[in-house]
T-cell receptor, first 114, second 118 residues
Framework: AQSVTQLGSHVSVSEGALVLLRCNYS??????LFWYVQYPNQGLQLLLK??????LVKGINGFEAEFKKSETSFHLTKPSAHMSDAAEYFC????????????FGTGTKLQVIP | DVKVTQSSRYLVKRTGEKVFLECVQD?????MFWYRQDPGLGLRLIYF???????EKGDIPEGYSVSREKKERFSLILESASTNQTSMYLC?????????????????FGAGSRLTVL
């Protein structure tokens, strides 16, 4: 079984401040991990993915995430928030073998305050 | 770029009506998925298909069925809509992991269909 827990359904940061969105996962096999972003009235799009090649993963729009096996975490960060980063962010996990069903977390809405 | 198109962005239906949600992808992907998205619950998998005429139940299949007669099209069917099926429905597709260099199942999503059942 696999699952994802996102801590904080809403996060507010000031423009220019550090963005930190938390994600912890549970998986019985080595996982693949993803962050997706959803802008208002749109579908989800991939921000970045971890597939065991490197523990620090860089994605689009200046976001990055670090895989920490000992903490079962995959937190998303960005050094300096922009207004355009306001969106909902979803962490997701799939197994690295078999069919690879993707399980999503409950999402974190990021508000950026000018 | 892969495009996943959901035919209806907004639908309003009455309780008991049969509802069809259509999804088409243009990148020859084998895998297709239907999720529903509800506030505070994230995305939950309803059904998925890894080949034409093949389907597998996801986490919440009750009250839904699917049809995949052609590779590019995956339909979600609500046989008798109920108010608790009011939700945002998201379709997604992906190539089989063997076709992706990293091996990871990266999903491409449609824009969503917001269904209201009165």
């Amino acid at each position: 079984a696999q699952s994802v827990t996102q801590l904080g359904s809403h996060v507010s940061v000031s423009e220019g401040a550090l963005v930190l969105l938390r994600c912890n996962y549970s998986s019985s096999v080595p996982p693949y991990l993803f962050w997706y972003v959803q802008y208002p009235n749109q579908g989800l799009q991939l921000l970045l993915k971890y597939t065991s090649a490197a523990t620090l993963v860089k994605g689009i729009n200046g976001f990055e995430a670090e895989f920490k096996k000992s903490e079962t975490s995959f937190h998303l960060t960005k050094p300096s928030a922009h207004m355009s980063d306001a969106a909902e962010y979803f962490c997701a996990v799939s197994s690295s073998g078999g069919y690879q069903k993707v399980t999503f977390g409950t999402g974190t809405k990021l508000q950026v305050i000018p | 770029d892969v495009k996943v198109t959901q035919s209806s962005r907004y639908l309003v239906k009455r309780t008991g009506e049969k509802v069809f949600l259509e999804c088409v992808q243009d990148m020859d992907h084998e895998n297709m998925f239907w999720y529903r998205q509800d506030p505070g619950l994230g995305l939950r998998l309803i059904y998925f298909s890894y080949d034409v005429k093949m389907k597998e139940k996801g986490d919440i299949p009750e009250g839904y069925s699917v049809s995949r007669e052609k590779k590019e099209r995956f339909s979600l069917i609500l046989e008798s809509a109920s108010t608790n099926q009011t939700s945002m429905y998201l379709c997604a597709s992906s190539p089989p992991p063997g076709q992706v260099m990293s091996g990871a199942n990266v999903l491409t999503f449609g824009a969503g269909s917001r269904l209201t059942v009165l």
